[in-house]
């Protein structure tokens, strides 16, 4: 009946026995009850079980969901072992229960009547769904009790795609499988069947059977609910293959009667085989002739190679002598290199050491010549007064000399007015004096400010062209980088492109006998970009550098780069032979097992490119460490990786073993790996120089505003201070006049005489003050001479030793060269050495190869004849003659046919034949055993659709009956209709109409009845109804829900679950029936929580 165990009432395939009504009780009884009773009682024993049958396997013990359609977390629900109740508003989650229940146990999405697609049931915004139901796994029914336990929790996960994946739990928790094949067969073993309408009727379906008008619906529903309907189609599958095997066995025939055709031909051909022993003897001597011929042959071909190889050994001295007299020279210029670097190096620390003493003494020098300055204006000063106070003693003279003349001229008025005006010059030339030393120190100040704005402005100059010269750099990058986007040949200079284009067509010419390798930073790349900087500061000019195969070729290069480059710096052109094979540098390489070398850092599929920069740079023995610390932990500690010269840190810093430097380089030019970055960064950094050169302008406009504005304010106050100087000097000598006329009488020449005393006195003071400035300022000018020229001196020292570590880098530079030169001519012979090697290696390989032909020809020959034979004729003769025997041994073999091809013929034409013939009698017994098994199946089919038919009839009668109704069920299995009739009300069988004529609630009321007949007669360990009541009236549903609770009480042995949006609160309180209750919806936050009675 299906693929699961069989369940219907037409065989004895019940899981539980049900006890039989004895048909005498039911006499006894009906004289005791009415017939609506009688109706009732009826039903109830025909669904009652023994009373110590329990729920034990395949119920559904709980359930849970998480982001599940539009609830974030719906459960745990516990479910009771007979009648559950779920009920809740609209949008709280019941269907959402019952879709979860069927995707869960294995249903598909369309079952559900809620999406398309299993994705469509995550939840908005979440990744995956999650529902976990657990069923009861007791019982003699259980699944793999030992493995499970008493329980099985099955974990659902759908993902936002639309996968579903399993996990199937014991009552420990523990992951037992993950297959959907265990679930198959424990779905199989527990009679669950998720798709059946009966044993899960969702709303969709429930709507779609209410609404129905078809009796073709209603009979392919009666079909489905007890799986005839998969009957039925396992039989059109089985007359399929029958069809099919069929077929195959009229093909079969067909291939029997040929094969059978073959086999008597083959036969014959076999029976009718001649003899060709003689010939085959012949042609086996032969062979044997043949074979130590052969080995002859070889042994001849042996002895002049191996008088080569000899001779090729004793000339490979020649080549190690001039390979070592070359190494020597190399280490000879390499370990003069060294020194004259460290010479360098030690110019270069000493001038470093004498840089801080060259600057202090610059520093003396210049305070001493401050201090020199200062005393020569002392000393100017000193001169000046001692002028001026001879010019006073002058002016008393001739003042005394004037007053004692005119002494008898004055009058005592003219003295009182001379003191009073005297006076009051004498307070106005104090007061100037203040104001002349208040713009004296103006003076000072505005001087001072104009030399700091002066220097801050030469400074602020020399900065601003260095800015600019950097910015038109930057342009120039840019203006490459830029061009680069569509040809990355321009990060090598602008005429790099049209060079490779002279080369391709001279090379296409046949000017190069090899075409030249370049730029070689062109032909590399790097395995990881933040190594670029390092290995850009590491090659330098090589990256922009030429190789080529020999002189000839270097000196049409260098024609071709002269065309090209009319000014400027042409690339370097390094030659030097190519190979086709890169240098084994194994020996002398630096294998670190953290930071890798500059060879092991690039990606490099030329050999030719390689090889130099193996030979010119030894990036074999360079690491790459990105980090500056770590590179000096590994170079300078006390010991240093093997091999390794030295490291380049990340940001092109080189470290060797005792010293480091830093690079000038901050970003890589040839080997950035992305343009676009580079030119966004150009383009940042040139707006950041825009920007830094538009505040240079500003500054300098503002210091040459300050510069002007101190010039016009110094020029403004020497203007005063000399217009103030030449007041005070007017009425200095307004008041000497005076002074010198104030007192004509004797007693009033005593001042005047006193005060030239004073002036004596101080002209003398003075004089001497004047003596010792000038003293000082000579012994300062002696001190500033001797400093100036210990600076000139120091700074002398400086320059010499600069010019000697010029003279000794163009040195190092020819050493260079040398070296260079040695390694080329050291490499050259290394080359032939190795040529010579590679040749006898090839030759021993040719030698052992030959041997090893012989000692196979040799193998070959002892298993075609033991003993050797001395064989006087060539193996071309030989041959000659064996394949003429050949030749007519095929003619003969032709006309009779070859002995083993028509054995093996015969064999396999027999061999064809009888497992045709077994796979024939096989296929028929399988056809006629069908045959019998089909006919004895339709006939049990036949049998139980008429059986189920007749008990869904009586079941559906007698639920009708409990509400007084009466009804009829008309199965029409040949053209597959069921017509139902219900007549409300008692009636006769005249007055039955059809459910279309019924209201909705006796319609819904008539459904159930429906449902109802065809649960007795199919078998589920739960089943479930999802708003079953929802057209009926209140009466419709309280009679609907009686039967079915009297139905659920009678069927311990089951589970029913029932969602509704009604109340329920007027259901009887009893242990076997569980309401769970939803909480209404919260459309902000979708939680759902239940509470049980």
């Known amino acids: 009946m299906s693929k699961r165990k069989s369940t219907t009432g037409g065989v004895n395939t019940n899981k539980r026995p049900r006890p039989t009504v004895d048909e005498d009780e039911e006499d006894e009884e009906e004289q005791h009850v009415t017939e609506s009773d009688l109706e009732g009682l009826v039903l109830s024993k025909r669904f009652q079980c023994t009373s110590d049958v329990v729920s034990d396997a395949g119920i559904v013990k709980s359930i849970t969901l998480k982001n599940f359609m539009c609830h974030s977390l719906l459960g745990p629900f516990a479910f009771g072992s007979n009648v559950n109740f779920v009920v809740g508003n609209n949008g709280s989650g019941k269907s959402a229960i019952l879709t979860a229940l069927i995707v869960a146990l294995g249903g598909n999405a369309q079952a559900t009547n809620r999406g398309s697609s299993l994705k469509g049931f995550v939840k908005e915004g979440e990744s995956a769904a ?23 929790t099955i974990d659902l996960r759908i993902t936002r795609e639309g996968l579903r994946t399993y996990k199937l739990r014991n009552k420990s928790g523990n992951v037992v499988s993950t297959k959907k094949e265990e679930l198959v067969s424990i779905l199989d073993n527990f009679n669950i069947q998720v798709n059946n309408p009966v044993s899960v009727l969702t709303q969709e379906m429930s709507k779609y059977f209410l609404h129905s008008k078809g009796e073709g619906d209603k009979y392919k529903f009666f079909l489905k609910a007890t799986q005839l309907d998969q009957m039925r189609e396992d039989f059109v599958y089985i007359k399929a293959t029958k069809k099919i095997t069929m077929e195959k066995v009229e093909e079969y ?5 040929e094969l059978k055709r073959k086999y008597h031909e083959k036969a014959e051909r076999y029976k009718s085989l001649a003899s060709l022993s003689e010939m085959q003897t012949n042609l086996e001597d032969l062979q044997k002739q043949m074979a130590w011929a052969l080995v002859a042959e070889l042994e001849r071909e042996l002895e002049p190679l191996k008088e080569k190889l000899q001779a090729n050994r004793r000339s490979t001295e020649k ?49 001493r010549n401050n201090t020199l300055k200062s005393c020569e204006f002392t000393v100017k000063r000193c001169r000046n007064n001692l002028l001026d106070l001879e010019k006073d003693k002058a002016r008393l003279n001739s003042r005394i000399k004037d007053l004692t003349l005119s002494i008898s001229q004055t009058i005592g008025a003219e003295s009182q007015a001379r003191k009073e005006h005297m006076k009051q010059i004498t307070t106005e030339l104090e007061n100037i004096n203040l104001q002349i030393s208040t713009l004296g120190q103006q003076i000072d100040q505005f001087e001072h400010a104009s030399s700091l704005a002066k220097e801050e402005k030469a400074k602020m100059k020399r900065e601003y062209d260095a800015l600019n010269k950097s910015i038109e750099a930057n342009r120039r ?24 284009n002279a080369i391709e067509e001279a090379y296409r010419k046949g000017h190069f006998k090899h075409k030249p390798r370049g730029p070689l930073g062109y032909l590399i790349g790097l395995k990881d970009p933040e190594l670029a900087l390092a290995v850009e500061v590491c090659l330098k000019f090589l990256l922009v550098a030429f190789a080529c195969d020999n002189y000839e070729d270097e000196k049409v290069l260098k024609g071709l780069m002269s065309r090209v480059y009319t000014a400027g710096q042409r690339p370097t052109i390094i030659t030097s032979q190519f190979l086709q094979h890169v240098h084994d540098t194994r020996k002398r390489a630096v294998n670190h097992p953290q930071y890798p070398s500059v060879l ?26 990105k980090n500056r610390t770590d590179a000096r932990r590994v170079m300078q500690c006390r010991n240093p990786p093997a091999n390794c010269t030295q490291a380049f840190s990340k940001d092109g810093d080189q470290i060797y073993t005792n010293r480091n430097y830093s690079s000038d380089q901050s970003r890589a030019i040839y080997l950035s790996g992305d343009v676009e970055e580079e030119i966004r960064h150009l383009q940042r950094e040139l707006e950041n120089q825009k920007g830094q050169e538009a505040r240079f302008q500003q500054h300098m406009r503002k210091l040459d505003e300050d510069i002007s504005q101190n010039e016009k304010l110094l020029r403004r106050v020497f203007m005063e201070q000399r217009a103030a100087k030449g007041k005070a000097t007017k009425m200095e000598l307004d008041l000497k006049d005076l002074q010198n006329v104030e007192e004509p009488q004797s007693q009033d020449l005593k001042p005047l005489e006193e005060d030239l005393q004073e002036v004596v006195a101080k002209i003398s003071s003075k004089r001497e003050e004047y003596e010792e400035a000038k003293i000082k300022m000579a012994n300062l000018k002696e001190d500033y001479e001797k ?28 050493i260079d060269q040398e070296v260079m030169k040695c390694r080329h001519h050291k490499k050259h012979y290394d080359d032939k050495r190795s040529a010579h090697l590679q040749n006898i290696q090839a030759l021993e390989a040719q030698l052992k190869s030959k041997e090893e032909n012989l000692a196979a020809s040799i193998a070959k020959a002892s298993e075609i004849c033991p003993e050797r034979l001395e064989v006087c004729r060539t193996a071309r003769s030989i041959d000659s003659e064996i394949n003429r025997l050949k030749v007519k041994i ?28 077994q796979q024939m009698k096989c296929l028929n017994r399988f056809i006629q055993t069908l045959d019998k098994d089909m006919n004895f199946r339709l006939q049990v089919y036949a049998d139980i659709r008429k059986f189920l038919s007749a008990r869904c009839k009586y079941y559906f009668n007698c639920m009708l009956a409990q509400r007084g109704y009466t009804g009829s069920m008309t199965f029409d299995h040949k053209n597959e209709t069921l017509t139902i009739s219900v007549q409300p009300g008692q009636g006769t069988e005249d007055g039955l109409s059809d459910m279309r004529s019924l209201s909705g609630g006796e319609r819904s009321f008539s459904t159930v009845c429906f449902v109802l007949s065809l649960w007795a007669i199919t078998e589920s360990p739960f089943r479930c109804l999802d708003e079953f009541d929802v057209y009926m009236d209140m009466v419709n549903r309280r009679i609907s829900m009686d039967m079915m609770l009297k139905v659920a009480a009678s069927q311990r042995f089951r589970q029913f679950i029932f969602l509704t949006p009604q109340n329920m609160s007027s259901l009887p309180v009893s242990e076997t029936i569980r309401i769970l209750r939803l909480k209404d919806p919260d459309r902000g936050q979708n939680n759902a929580q239940r509470s049980q009675d």
């Open 890 to 917: 095929t003619t003969q073999q032709k006309q009779q046919g070859d002995t083993e091809e028509i054995v093996r013929e015969f064999h396999e034409a027999s061999e064809n034949y009888k497992t045709m013939s």
């Open 130 to 152: 999650e529902v976990s139901i657990t069923l009861l796994n007791q019982g003699r029914d259980a699944y793999k009790l030992e493995v499970y336990g008493p329980a099985i």
């Open 787 to 814: 400093a100036d020229q210990e600076y000139k001196q120091h700074k002398e020292r400086i320059s010499t030793i600069t010019e000697e570590a010029d003279s000794i880098k163009e040195e190092l530079s020819k």
């Open 253 to 257: 025939g067909e291939c029997l009667k």
């Open 319 to 367: 080549y190690d002598e001039k390979v070592n007299e070359w190494k020597s020279k190399v280490e000879e210029a390499e370990q003069e290199y060294k020194q004259i670097q460290e010479q360098l190096e030690g110019i270069a620390l000493q001038v470093q050491e004498l840089q801080p003493k060259c600057a202090e003494l610059k520093a003396e020098a210049q305070k």
């Open 600 to 625: 092991q850092a690039l990606e490099i599929e030329d050999p030719v490119v390689a090889n130099c920069l193996i030979d010119q740079r030894r990036i074999e023995s360079v690491l790459l460490i």
């Open 477 to 500: 990058k840019l203006q490459t980088m830029e061009s680069s986007r569509s040809n990355r040949l321009r990060r090598f200079g602008e005429h790099m492109p049209a060079l490779l």
